[in-house]
């Protein structure tokens, strides 16, 4: 497994941006889908953004389609999420997780499917 650690959180006003990262260890983050999760307050983790080994796959929530992309640098071993366009609603602590995947270009979504987990990284919109 890969450990995880997540920055790039912060504070922001509603209609901003922030780039969060999540750097990996050892040499085999290329073998791993990513994704992002966030959890808010009293709330279930959430799905919000995945992309494959190889970086040509991606797959997003429609709450944040068109304002949030991911992406990753795999010689950096780094995954990034740039948000954009941000709303309260938005607000969360922001995860990220590694999946063990046998293709390049194959996501994965759903929380079982994750071996490894970051500690969070909290978003705060305000309004």
């Known amino acids: 497994q890969v450990q995880l650690g997540e920055s790039g959180g912060g504070l922001v006003q509603a209609g901003g941006s922030l780039r969060l990262s999540c750097a990996a260890s050892?040499?085999?983050?290329?073998?791993?889908?990513m994704s992002w999760f966030r959890q808010a307050p009293g709330k279930e983790r959430d799905f919000v953004a995945a992309?494959?080994?190889?970086?040509?796959?991606?797959n997003y929530a429609d709450s944040v389609k068109g304002r949030f992309t991911i992406s990753r640098d795999n010689a950096k071993n780094t995954v990034y999420l740039q948000m954009s366009s941000l709303k309260p609603e938005d607000t969360a602590v922001y995860y990220c997780?590694?999946?063990?995947?046998?293709?390049?270009?194959?996501?994965?979504?759903?929380?079982?499917?994750?071996?490894?987990w970051g500690q969070g990284t909290p978003v705060t919109v305000s309004s």
């Open positions: 997780a590694a999946a063990y995947r046998a293709t390049t270009q194959a996501l994965a979504t759903r929380p079982p499917e994750f071996g490894s």
């Open positions: 050892g040499r085999t983050f290329s073998l791993y889908a």
């Open positions: 992309i494959s080994r190889s970086g040509d796959n991606t």
